[in-house]
């Protein structure tokens, strides 16, 4: 989008002033995009318990979250394979007609995330007790940082191009860059999986086929500029 706005004459108050000439300003947008491959692997593990005693039903929670956190620690590394808990709750639940508590129900969390996607994936064959709820890809900040710094000097160029094109169009020598915003933009996906996806028997220790694809990486520049007679300096 691009639209021109004519500031009109400013008429000093008292004699004998200059009156400044007319100026026209543009505003425009460009950007880039690089494709990067993800880099970082990132699998949420979850299970759910429910019975009549809330001690039971915590109690069997923990277990089953203990016994994932020990083989997930087996393989954590800072930045390689970071592991964390994620929710852990116990609620009532209610007879329909009622409306008293006739049991409980409960739910653990863990998550498994970093850069060693054959540690993580390998990983998901050895956690028993916990079932894969969520498997996605992301960029790690190095990836997509570096990803921007290729591609923001791409996207002021076609800023300027742009810039000087237009001055063309209508009828101007060159331009001088104004107030100008620089942006980068990068989404993450976590895709939901089946929701039982427990391995038993010989395919316990049978990694998770996972597949990292590409991220869009886009820089945005966006400002205006101000249109010159005069041709703009390269």
Known sequence: MRS?????????AGAAHAVEPPRERLSLSASATAEVTRDVLGVSFSTSREGVDPT??????????????????????PGQVDVQTGGFSLYPRHDPKTGKINGWQGSAELQVEGR??????QLTGRISTLSI??????????AREKAEADITAQA??????????YAR????GGYVVGEVSIAGDEGQVMRPM???MRMKGAMADAALPTEAG?????????????????????
């Open 4 to 12: 021109l706005i004519l500031l009109p004459a400013l008429v000093l």
């Open 56 to 77: 039971a039903v915590q109690a069997a929670l923990k277990q089953a979250l203990d016994a994932a956190l020990a083989e997930a620690r087996k393989l954590a590394k």
């Open 116 to 121: 060693d996607t054959a540690a993580i994936a």
């Open 133 to 142: 709820s969520r498997v996605g890809y992301s960029l790690s900040r190095e």
């Open 156 to 165: 002021i160029a076609r800023y300027r191009a742009k810039a000087a094109d």
């Open 169 to 172: 169009q209508f009828g101007y």
């Open 194 to 196: 089946m929701a039982e």
């Open 214 to 234: 590409k991220a869009s990486v886009t820089v945005n520049v966006s400002g205006s500029v101000q249109l010159t007679r005069e041709s703009s300096p390269r």
